[in-house]
């Protein structure tokens, strides 16, 4: 029945941009995202590969978590006054990392301000930002 509703209403010149271009089965699904034991807060530690500077992992902060998994991040390394350095990244994606990631894999990680690679810990930086790392059962790893 729907079908022939869709057939009627696809020959008005209006309802065919509606039906045409506009239906939910162009659109790709939002991927599922499954997390035991808590999800993504604002202020959590996490490690991300800079979109802007692809060749950087930087020290990242979760800024916004938004709807279907998504989440708004910052990169520590880069300041900015009017939120111009977020970027958003879904919780799936393969460019966010847990803390220490880059520790455990002998990977370079771009410090925040302040610090340089010899001098960052992750414990220490915690601690003086009283903030916390995003749990690793967050991550799509």
């Given at each position: ?95 966010i990392f847990p ?43």
């Amino acid at each position: 029945k729907s079908d022939d509703r869709r057939s009627d209403l696809g020959i008005h010149p209006t309802f065919r941009k509606i039906y045409c271009d506009a239906v939910p089965y162009l659109f790709k699904k939002v991927r599922a995202v499954y997390s035991k034991g808590g999800w993504f807060a604002k202020g959590m530690k996490l490690e991300a590969i800079d979109p802007l500077n692809l060749g950087n992992i930087c020290v990242a902060t979760v800024q916004k978590v938004l709807l279907d998994g998504y989440l708004m991040i910052s990169v520590e390394s880069v300041e900015s006054s009017d939120g111009s350095e977020c970027f958003c990244y879904h919780a799936s994606s393969p460019y966010i990392f847990p803390a220490e990631f880059c520790q455990t894999h002998h990977i370079e990680l771009m410090p925040p301000k302040g610090y340089t690679p010899e001098t960052f810990v992750w414990e220490e930086y915690l601690a003086a930002t009283g903030s916390k790392a995003a749990p690793a059962q967050l991550f799509n790893k």
